[in-house]
């Protein structure tokens, strides 16, 4: 029906300037003024350049302005480097002027103290009352090459590629720039977001999503403001480009105040990597890795897997690129006895016999070329790394040409690293002109392929799309939510053991049942009913952890023994904590069998991500082994899985010195319970499962802890998550006046094949009328952009039909909301074979009550003026009609909710 467009004050003109004003331009040497307004002139920047400065009647020989309300052409940017305090009245006059985009450089802001944020708050009020959009305070600046707009400080212009640069610090911007500059890396754009008072990290992915010059983003993160807009961004941009993302601050410690282990053992960071995962990003951890693997992404390097085969004339570097192979935890590839003799044929008998492919020195170019040749081929490699040392036999650029050709045929990636410098020099410029990654140590072309492996294991992360409950069990929420109200009213936060067990059994959570007794003689008669041997333990809101207090014992097996027991319990805890509120003594039955594996699951809430899973090997010394594997709910059997594979626990749950394996599946079922009781019970603020005994049959929870907050009765539904579970509430039935039967449903990632299905079996006609353009194809891009949704900021239903025992989609109503967080867009189209039975009202009569739900408050479109079924349907709908003021063929459609 229409073409997406945001209508909320667009950031482009800051990246697409044709026309600029430097406020506070100068003549000083060495000031801001002068370096910043040099750069932008020095760059050979297309359009005019204003200097603004009451105290200069011109600057560096260009006539100078008192103010912009005096330049009487209109002006795109302003770039202000006034000090801070000017700032608001600067702002004033570009409003008063028209300008829709600005870069504030100056300094003085939130980093000086409660002055500078109150100036702060001033800039940005100003801002929104004139529809300013700006980067900064505080930053570097920006940089297009492109366009040759260098807004910035910095000594260096970047020159013109395809990587985008994003940096809340301005001097990472500067290191990257030195860097990249005698390796020929260029940059589509650079942008130093300093404190990002108003354009945030979210709107310049956004932006560099859609900008077709951008194909590869990097990110330098300090710290993240609005992490739910952080993560779609993010999650939408790295469906389309590669991104990679470093962090500072890898070590801050887990949380101080924390009650539960998993609040102690699982910081900040762990939270922050399990969410790069998830949005299907590549991190690093230092500067050198940042750039090798800018470089490599931006080739447009893809792997399908982690199985690499090096090929070496050298054995020492070969041996050390496997080593490296083996501390990334990758694996090397096993060659087919196919592949094999292949080699065998074309190298000499002395040759290594396997992976690494030691080819050795006097190889001639064309049996190297052949060895990699071989083991491309070979289904079970997943890439190649090609290394030569340069020898006296060898000719290096021959060797580099020979296998160019091969590189640039296959569809596996080749990776190259020709050791040595005068003599390979040659070779490592041929490789770049042939977009084939080349890097002069082993251990760089390893971390490289390492990332790419990453990158394509976390895309298939960023594909899942769970459902906030796993259908196998419909838990009790109701249940759970009395238990957490009850111990609210009594202004507790720490549920007791028989309560947390509670609460995990309303969610389908195996438990050994925990039964208070309250005198040695209630124990007794307890004891018998529940049968030997059993487990005893202290029960008091004073005590967290039992153990610390040596208020467990275990194996108890007569009546005689649990009468000793309560007491002797009950007097060690006294003199230990003479304060405790002791309320007795809880009996659980002995669960434990020679399979046992004792492992600890967690939930934390992140102050930046909100809740976090985390898994690991549990038991009393869980702090100290320090074995945790973390994921962001909501999580599905796969993600489950890939959880277990990174702990440490993993290989204690296979068979192990005369253990049979471990039940994997029973301790993934309890890990995806786990995921709905958060995703259903936003007031969990800690949660422990230690132990979770796990053996060849089951997995149980021994002990639970659990720890809950208030949560505000007016937050949005799943606001406590950074990704918004899968809406299966959503999914209805409909019947057509005929009694056609339809499935409505918000879309999900495996619809693609369906909507490409759709799109393509469109007229011209009604893609014209849709898009507003004529579109041929459909690219693979826009289907994922069209099925893989941020169900937080929008919303797609689609209507699908049973074809003959397969899906068939015939409509799709969508919205997208505009950056002002209140406003939307929407757009619906129907299979033609379908127009004109209710179906287009339905879909959209069910997408406004979705908008209003979600508390947005008008829906508007632009409609093809010739698009008279639309606009007859708005008008029953109660639309207000107006014409389009970019373009005279449409018409701008509104409905306030």
């Not at 860097?179 to 130093?192: D, E, H, K, L």
């Not at 977009?435 to 251990?443: K, L, R, V």
């Not at 709910?633 to 749950?653: E, K, Q, V």
Request: proline share 6%.
């Amino acid at each position: 029906m229409h073409h997406m467009r945001a209508q909320g004050p667009d950031i482009a003109p800051i990246f697409e300037a044709k026309s600029i004003a430097v406020i506070g331009a100068s003549e000083r040497s060495g000031s801001l003024g002068t370096v910043v307004f040099k750069n932008l002139t020095g760059a050979g920047f297309n359009g005019p350049i204003y200097p603004v400065n009451p105290k200069y009647e011109s600057v560096q020989d260009r006539p100078c302005f008192d103010s912009v309300t005096g330049i009487n052409e209109p002006v795109d940017l302003a770039v202000i480097v006034t000090p801070a305090a000017a700032v608001p009245n600067v702002l004033e006059d570009c409003g008063a002027h028209g300008i829709p985009a600005a870069v504030i450089l100056s300094a003085g802001f939130r980093e000086a103290g409660d002055a500078g944020k109150a100036l702060e708050e001033t800039v940005l009020d100003t801002a929104k009352r004139h529809d300013i959009r700006f980067i900064g305070p505080n930053c570097l600046g920006v940089m297009r090459p492109d366009i040759a707009l260098n807004a910035t400080f910095s000594q260096s212009m970047a020159k013109p590629g395809q990587i985008a640069l994003v940096s809340q610090s301005g001097a990472m911007c500067t290191a990257m720039l030195d860097w990249a500059g005698p390796r020929n890396i260029g940059f589509s754009c650079v942008v130093s977001s300093g404190i990002a008072a108003d354009v945030d990290f979210g709107e310049i992915l956004d932006y560099l999503v859609m900008d077709p010059d951008t194909r590869a983003i990097m990110l330098y993160v300090e710290g993240i403001h609005d992490p739910r807009r952080f993560m779609s961004a993010l999650r939408a941009a790295s469906r389309v480009k590669p991104v990679i993302v470093m962090k500072a601050g890898r070590y801050a410690e887990g949380r101080k105040a924390a009650i539960s282990h998993t609040g102690a053992l699982v910081g900040s960071d762990d939270v922050f990597d399990a969410a790069l995962k998830r949005a299907g990003v590549v991190r690093v951890h230092n500067y050198v890795n940042f750039f090798a693997i800018a470089e490599t992404l931006h080739t447009g390097v893809k792997t399908r897997g982690p199985r690499l085969t090096i090929v070496t004339n050298g054995g020492g570097p070969g041996v050390m690129a496997a080593d490296f192979m083996i501390d990334r935890q990758l694996p090397l590839a096993k060659l087919s006895p196919k592949t094999k003799v292949a080699l065998d044929e074309l190298l000499p008998s002395a040759w290594s016999g396997g992976n690494p492919v030691d080819v050795l020195g006097d190889a001639a170019a064309d049996q190297y070329a052949g060895a990699v040749a071989a083991c491309l081929k070979d289904p079970g490699v997943d890439g190649v790394l090609a290394i030569v040392v340069p020898q006296a036999m060898t000719d290096p650029t021959a060797i580099a040409e020979a296998i160019a050709k091969i590189g640039q045929d296959s569809r596996k990636p080749l990776f190259t690293c020709w050791m040595g410098d005068a003599s390979t020099r040659k070779s490592r410029s041929l490789f770049r002109e042939r977009g084939i990654p080349t890097y002069g140590t082993p251990e760089a072309a390893v971390n490289a392929f390492a990332a790419a492996a990453t990158h394509h294991a976390n895309q298939e992360m960023l594909l899942q799309v769970p459902e906030p409950f796993s259908p196998s069990t419909k838990p009790d929420r109701e249940g759970a939510r009395l238990i957490i109200n009850n111990a609210l009213a009594q202004g507790r936060r720490v549920l007791d053991l028989v309560e947390s067990k509670a609460l995990l059994s309303a969610f389908g959570i195996p438990i050994v049942q925990s039964v208070p007794v309250h005198d040695p003689v209630e124990a007794v008669a307890v004891a018998e009913a529940i049968g030997f041997p059993l487990a005893m333990k202290i029960h008091s809101p004073d005590v967290i952890h039992k153990t610390d207090v040596d208020g467990v014992r275990l194996g108890i097996s007569s009546g005689l023994g649990v009468q000793a027991t309560y007491r002797e319990l009950v007097d060690s805890v006294s003199q230990e904590l003479p304060d405790a509120d002791i309320q007795g003594v809880l009996l659980e039955p002995m669960v434990h069998s020679t399979n046992d594996r004792e492992l600890m699951l967690g939930v934390i809430n992140d102050d930046v991500f909100g809740a976090a899973i985390s898994v690991g090997l549990g038991g009393t010394m869980v702090e100290v082994i320090h074995d945790r594997a973390v994921g962001l709910p909501p999580l599905n059997r796969l993600l489950a899985r890939r959880m277990i594979d990174d702990t440490r626990a993993a290989r204690f749950l296979e068979e192990f010195r005369g253990k049979t394996a471990a039940n994997r599946r029973a301790l993934e079922d309890v890990i995806l319970r786990l995921s709905d009781m958060v995703c259903e019970l936003p007031w969990l603020e800690e949660l422990d499962i230690n132990p979770l005994i796990v053996d060849d049959r089951r997995a149980v929870a021994l002990d639970a802890r659990v720890v809950i907050r208030r949560v505000s009765p007016a937050a949005r539904e799943y606001a406590h998550m950074a990704i918004h579970p899968y809406p299966s509430n959503l999914v209805d039935e409909h019947h057509l006046p005929d009694g056609t039967r339809l499935t409505i449903r918000p879309i999900r990632p495996e619809d693609a094949a369906l909507e490409r299905e759709f799109v393509d079996g469109l007229s011209d006609r009604s893609r014209y009328l849709r898009f507003m353009y004529a579109m041929k194809k459909i690219t693979p891009q826009m289907v994922s952009r069209f099925t893989q949704i941020d169900y937080d900021r929008e919303m797609a239903l689609i209507a699908v039909v049973d074809a003959g025992g397969r899906e068939r989609q015939i409509a799709v109503a969508r919205y997208v909301t505009n950056p002002d967080g209140r406003s939307c867009e929407f757009a619906i189209v129907v299979a033609d074979d379908w127009r004109n039975r209710g179906i287009a009202t339905e879909l959209l009569r069910r997408l406004m009550d979705i908008a209003r739900d979600r508390r947005l408050e008008t829906v508007g479109g632009i409609v093809l003026r010739e698009n008279k079924g639309m606009l007859t349907l708005a008008k029953q709908l109660g639309f207000e009609q107006r014409p389009s003021i970019d373009d005279p063929h449409t018409v701008a459609i509104s409905l306030s909710l």
